[in-house]
């Protein structure tokens, strides 16, 4: 009923309440003036009222939080909050559903993109380390990864290279696109940065997802 004298309320002042009824009636919808206008002149119900009342404070979350909380964040601080205007409880789905008479919503996560491609298993590298990342001393044991990080801009993959020892985050590089250069770039950066600082980088191993590279004595790195 509220749909139809809604539509009613929208369409009235152009074609008049009593012509809009026949029309629907001829339609199969059974709806007659003098409902309309009961339901016009009625008062607001309890749950209008409340309504109004969780409208007004959704509104003034979601604005005081950039527009970026959604239903679950907003429903968590209207019940956390002190209840000033002795509405009670508000239940999510209430949240839900006033959010979306309201056209409100949060920050839309937008998809992750797929940076993994699993190669077949001959052609994995051997693990060197055993699973076992542990070091007692600086550049035994790097291990590296590759993320993605959501910009203004859109995605950027960042490739990053970890000491164990002391998790320091010995060499990175960051792109646009995901390639095989990119893991291999934070790899140099490391080697380079270290060699630069005076390091020996004899034995060391450096352990990813993707390669697994022995440093050997004379400070070559081989895959």
């Known amino acids: 009923m509220e749909v139809i004298c809604s539509y009613i309320d929208e369409h009235k002042d152009q074609f008049g309440v009593e012509p809009i009824c026949e029309t629907l009636r001829a339609a199969g919808v059974q709806i007659a ?47 956390r909050e002190p209840d000033y205007h002795g509405r009670g409880h508000v239940a999510r789905c209430t949240v839900e559903r006033l959010m979306k008479d309201m056209g409100l919503h949060g920050i839309r996560r937008a998809k992750a993109p797929n940076t993994t491609r699993s190669a077949p298993r001959e052609q994995c590298p051997a693990d060197l380390v055993d699973r ?44 646009r696109s995901l390639h095989t250069d990119l893991a291999l770039d934070a790899l140099r950066m490391g080697i380079y940065q270290r060699r630069r600082d005076g390091h020996d980088l004899s034995g060391l191993i450096h352990h990813s997802d993707y390669a697994e590279v022995f440093v050997n004595p004379k400070n070559q790195y081989l895959a």
């Open 33 to 79: 003036p003098s409902t309309y206008y009961a339901r016009v002149h009625r008062p607001p119900s309890a749950r209008q009222v409340r309504d109004e009342v969780v409208k007004e404070e959704i509104t003034t979350v979601h604005a005081a939080n950039y527009e970026a909380f959604g239903a679950r964040k907003i429903h968590i601080v209207l019940n």
């Open 132 to 175: 076992y990342f542990n070091a007692f001393v600086p550049d035994r044991l790097w291990v590296a990864d590759i993320t993605y990080v959501h910009t203004f801009s859109g995605w950027v993959y960042v490739a990053f290279v970890t000491d164990v020892f002391n998790r320091e985050i010995v060499g990175w590089q960051v792109s």
